[in-house]
């Protein structure tokens, strides 16, 4: 049981360049979420997908597209990197369940753009 | 590791005190929140939480406390050891559907 998988774990990107970072999970979540982590500003909502199908906007999606492909798989995609998005990417899921808010953390991209 | 906490406030305990950090939320509406514990490298792991209808919850060597009236949260870990140390995170849930926000962060170091 792996839990939540990122990939990569490490990237360089160039101003200007795509890429897109993927995310799995085998908790048979219905929610997922993608975070950024910069030094000093804990760690600020992108986007999540509440359920299969539907996806919405956090607190700061600006420059990124996401796409729930299945229950599993929940990406992130960045059409043209800026070095602001120079962070540390983590992906979650939990249960929908309002008695159970359980949140499951992957281990984390760590993004360069150059 | 990553250059995560870098500016975070510091908190330094000697090992086997008690550690209280602290956390102000922003959301009066908010009905869940929950401790979270970052070690370099990794994800955010899940320490403790507690609902809006509490005021309290205890866990093993970790209680939290939640004042709703000035919107603030703690979190006590008592006898505090070398592993502990580490960044610590609130988060509360609000404004929609299991959105989690996080506060911006504590370091607990600990000193033999």
């Known amino acids: 049981n792996a839990g939540v998988t990122q990939t990569p774990k490490f990237q360089v990107l160039k101003t200007g360049q795509s890429m897109t970072l993927q995310c799995a999970q085998d908790?048979?979540?219905?929610?997922m979420y993608w975070y950024r982590q910069d030094p000093g500003m804990g760690l600020r909502l992108i986007y999540y997908?509440?359920?299969?199908?539907?996806?919405d906007k956090g607190e700061v999606p600006n420059g990124y597209n996401v796409s729930r492909l299945n229950k599993r798989e929940f990406s992130l995609r960045l059409e043209s990197a800026a070095p602001s998005q120079t962070s540390v990417y983590f992906c979650?899921?939990?249960?929908?369940?309002?008695?159970?808010?359980?949140?499951?953390f992957g281990s984390g991209t760590r993004l360069t753009v150059v | 590791g990553e250059s995560v906490g870098l500016h975070l406030p510091t908190l330094s305990v000697q090992e086997g005190d008690n550690s209280i950090i602290n956390c102000a939320y922003s959301?009066?509406?908010?009905?869940?929140f929950i401790w979270y514990k970052q070690e370099s490298g990794k994800g955010p792991q899940f320490i403790i939480d507690?609902?809006?209808?509490?005021d309290k919850r205890q866990g093993q060597r970790v209680t939290v406390l939640l004042n709703k009236t000035v919107k603030h949260l703690s979190l006590q870990i008592a006898a505090t050891q070398p592993g502990d140390s580490a960044v610590y995170f609130c988060?509360?849930?609000?404004?929609?559907?299991?959105?989690?926000?996080f506060g911006a962060g504590t370091r607990l170091a600990v000193h033999p």
């Open positions: 988060a509360e849930v609000w404004g929609g559907y299991n959105k989690l926000i």
């Open positions: 507690i609902r809006s209808n509490m």
């Open positions: 979650a899921s939990s249960e929908t369940n309002p008695t159970n808010y359980g949140y499951t």
């Open positions: 959301n009066s509406a908010s009905d869940y």
């Open positions: 997908s509440a359920s299969e199908g539907t996806t």
């Open positions: 908790m048979n979540h219905n929610s």
